[in-house]
């Protein structure tokens, strides 16, 4: 598995993020008079925006979803492309709404030619983002109580997991694997703001101290045995089929602190890479994996 086919979705995120959207929600296209009820058929090219429409309730308007949006099971799957849209393909669905999380130049305009509604929401840079997200969905379909309620909740868990990290000495550090080929995340980024609240030293943040690599650096092997995690976390175990017995059959690795402590954790791959509710789900893994150290 190559560096290209494991980084690509992270390259297109961050060229939606660059191209005008930012973390933020542009929208357009938005026919006055399906305000009132919302709209009624919805198209979904974003795994992201797929978890949170269901997560307010909003998914049995949900028509058809790209060919990455797997969860929940209930989402109809099709073979519509998140990374090339066609907007021939999407009008296809005749939607009344199309959420999309990147836009190659002439989606958007496309659809909005044939009178369909649009919300482009890029990368989350922070969890503050990921909460504007889920109310502008709420807003644009209708589920504005949902959307409040949802986001609350999050709030409310990603406190109580945080606040339940045990106080130590000396924080722990971990590293972040996102592929086989040693690419990984630094404090910078959406998830590492997420292991931080788990009171975690990232290893990696030396490896981009200007943002040049944008805060996905590759590490060499020499420079994780140098630095030593006491925590390695896998996103990679569905698209590498990464796990804790590989990595310590990597050269040199039987000796790192996390192999010889039993602290390689398997995360999903999906949890771990998308900025929807799940994210809590990720940060209790996190939370309680550190608590699991004496």
Excluded at 38 to 59: C, H
Excluded at 106 to 118: K, P, R
Aim: one cysteine or more; hydrophobic letters at 45%; a negative charge.
């Amino acid at each position: 598995v190559t560096a290209h086919k494991i980084l690509g979705p992270l390259l297109v995120v961050v060229i939606a993020a660059c191209g005008g959207t930012e973390a933020s929600s542009a929208m357009s296209g938005v026919p006055a008079a399906a305000e009132p009820a919302g709209p009624e058929r919805i198209v979904s090219i974003s795994t992201v925006a797929t978890e949170m429409l269901f997560a307010i309730d909003a998914g049995h308007r949900v028509v058809a979803v790209d060919s990455m949006s797997n969860y929940p099971a209930e989402a109809p799957t099709t073979d519509l492309s998140g990374y090339q849209p066609n907007v021939e393909a999407i009008l296809g669905f005749a939607p009344d709404l199309v959420v999309l999380s990147y836009d190659p130049g002439d989606v958007v305009a496309g659809l909005e030619a044939a009178g369909v509604a649009t919300l482009l929401q890029g990368a989350a840079y922070t969890l503050a983002d990921t909460y504007d997200q889920i109310t502008a969905l709420g807003a644009i379909t209708g589920n504005v109580d949902e959307a409040a309620a949802l986001v609350a909740d999050m709030q409310s868990e990603m406190a109580d997991l945080a606040a339940s990290v045990q106080e130590r000495d000396e924080p722990l550090s971990y590293y972040h694997e996102l592929d086989d080929t040693l690419y990984t995340v630094t404090s910078s980024t959406f998830i590492g703001e997420i292991y931080a609240l788990a009171g975690l030293v990232n290893t990696a943040d030396d490896a981009d101290p200007d943002g040049a690599s944008w805060g996905y650096p590759q590490l060499s092997a020499e420079y994780l045995l140098d630095t030593d995690p006491d925590l390695i976390f896998l996103a990679d175990t569905r698209c590498c089929s990464q796990t804790a017995v590989t990595v310590a059959e990597r050269p040199g690795w039987e000796t790192l602190t996390a192999v010889t402590n039993g602290t390689v954790v398997e995360l999903d791959d999906d949890v771990a890479s998308r900025w929807g509710p799940r994210i809590v789900d990720l940060l209790r893994v996190i939370v309680d994996s550190v608590n699991a150290i004496s």
